[in-house]
């Protein structure tokens, strides 16, 4: 078996030097957007960056806009430079970060909603995982099966000793090893590990939430919805003037509205 060589620092959440992450593991999301209807799978790849007791999740979109975004020089405002970054940025339907830090058993989520910003936090790790005796391999990694339920869903989950970390993609976690794969069991959602590669560049670890407000995840997910459901009142109330051609804006809305009737398969039925 392969077993990379972490120190046993992690395994008890202690970091020395917990600022950046070293290792990177690439997963495929599949996902039923719409619980009726069995043709609304989309997929998009997420990521999750790891370090020493801490770690970064997000959509791969939401990765490079976050990446092309920090190199933009703060005094250039112009639409400009947004729709560059917005053109070289893979779609996504999930724009929020999550971060978790093991050593204060906390877990971050933050996302910008339009002009936004809001974060809300959490214990880690709520999940009771019962492990199961059934093995097999997944990308050469010996891995093992545990089940677990979390905000509303029964989930089997397969994780490696042989990759010491006690996280997995999205919110999951807490278990003796790095999960590669997880599903529900309706398979709505399904994790799959693409990739798990050490870093030859270290990535610094960047959390500054400081102009992020502070709200219930209840709060966040209302925003957020009402966001979907209509975002050109969103827009206008923030400023912006769209201007309209006779019977455009009533379709435009009719369309959003539509889009997010079908939007109703959230990965949390139960929001903690």
């Known amino acids: ?27 495929q999301l599949e996902y039923q957007e719409d619980s009726i209807d069995l043709n609304s799978i989309k997929s998009e790849t997420v990521v999750l960056y790891l ?12 990765a490079v806009e976050d990446s092309l975004t920090a190199t933009l020089d703060p005094s250039n405002k112009r639409m400009a430079e947004f729709y560059r970054i917005r053109s070289l940025t893979p779609d996504t339907d999930f724009h929020y970060k999550i971060f978790k830090n093991y050593n204060d058993n906390e877990l971050i989520l933050a996302e910008k909603v339009f002009k936004d910003k809001l974060k809300y936090k959490q214990i880690l790790n709520p ?75 270290i990535v610094s670890k960047t959390l500054n939430l400081d102009d992020y407000k502070e709200v219930s995840q209840r709060d966040l997910d209302q925003v957020r919805g009402d966001y979907k459901r209509d975002p050109l009142t969103a827009m206008t109330n923030g400023g912006v003037t769209i201007h309209w051609k006779d019977g455009q804006e009533e379709e435009a809305k009719r369309k959003f509205r539509k889009r997010h009737k079908k939007q109703n ?6 929001p903690k």
């Open 51 to 62: 370090g020493e007791g801490v770690s970064r999740y997000s959509s791969l979109g939401k």
């Open 127 to 201: 999940i009771d995982w019962e492990i199961q005796s059934e093995s097999k391999e997944i990308l050469g990694y010996k891995v093992q099966k545990a089940s677990g339920s979390f905000a509303g869903r029964n989930y089997e989950a397969w994780f490696s000793p042989e990759l010491p970390f006690l996280d997995g993609p999205y919110k999951f976690g807490g278990l003796p090893g790095l999960i590669l794969e997880i599903s529900d069991t309706k398979n709505h959602y399904h994790f799959s590990i693409m990739e798990f590669q050490e870093l030859k560049k």
């Open 1 to 27: 078996m392969r077993y990379l060589l972490f120190s046993i620092i992690y395994l008890f959440g202690v970091s020395i030097n917990a600022q950046d992450y070293s290792y990177k593991a690439t997963y």
């Open 265 to 270: 398969n959230p990965i949390e039925l139960q």
